[in-house]
């Protein structure tokens, strides 16, 4: 059974940082890309951040370039998003999901991915 378990969400002010964690069972980490997606109240989900399967290739949406890390440590099945400068309009709930594929594939469309976590809740205070 696949499980993708994200963690690291909280309140946190305008400017402050968090760190994200998604971590993995069930499934050949190595052979799967990541993604960081987020939904904000009444917004569809979009994409934030996608890594490829052996971290070398990230790929970011614009809203977040330059503020935002994604990396992944395959011996520990888990993904992460470092985010930085935080505004109020990055409040959402984040989730991670995983999808097979080669190499440098890094899809930033959701229905690309085939597993997903359950969401963790970001709110950036002004």
């Known amino acids: 059974q696949v499980q993708l378990v994200e963690s690291g969400g909280g309140l946190v002010q305008a400017g402050g940082s968090l760190r994200l964690s998604c971590a993995t069972s069930?499934?050949?980490?190595?052979?799967?890309?990541m993604g960081w997606f987020r939904q904000a109240p009444g917004k569809e989900r979009e994409f934030v951040a996608t890594?490829?399967?052996?971290?070398?290739?990230?790929r970011y949406s614009d809203s977040v370039k330059g503020r935002f890390i994604i990396s992944r440590t395959n011996a520990k099945n888990t993904v992460y998003l470092q985010m930085s400068s935080l505004k109020p309009e990055d409040t959402a709930v984040y989730y991670c999901?995983?999808?097979?594929?080669?190499?440098?594939?890094?899809?930033?469309?959701?229905?690309?991915?085939?597993?997903w976590g359950q969401g963790t809740q970001v709110t950036v205070s002004s």
């Open positions: 999901a995983a999808r097979q594929g080669a190499i440098n594939d890094l899809p930033a469309m959701s229905w690309a991915y085939e597993y």
């Open positions: 069930g499934l050949t980490f190595s052979s799967f890309a």
């Open positions: 890594i490829g399967r052996n971290g070398d290739n990230t």
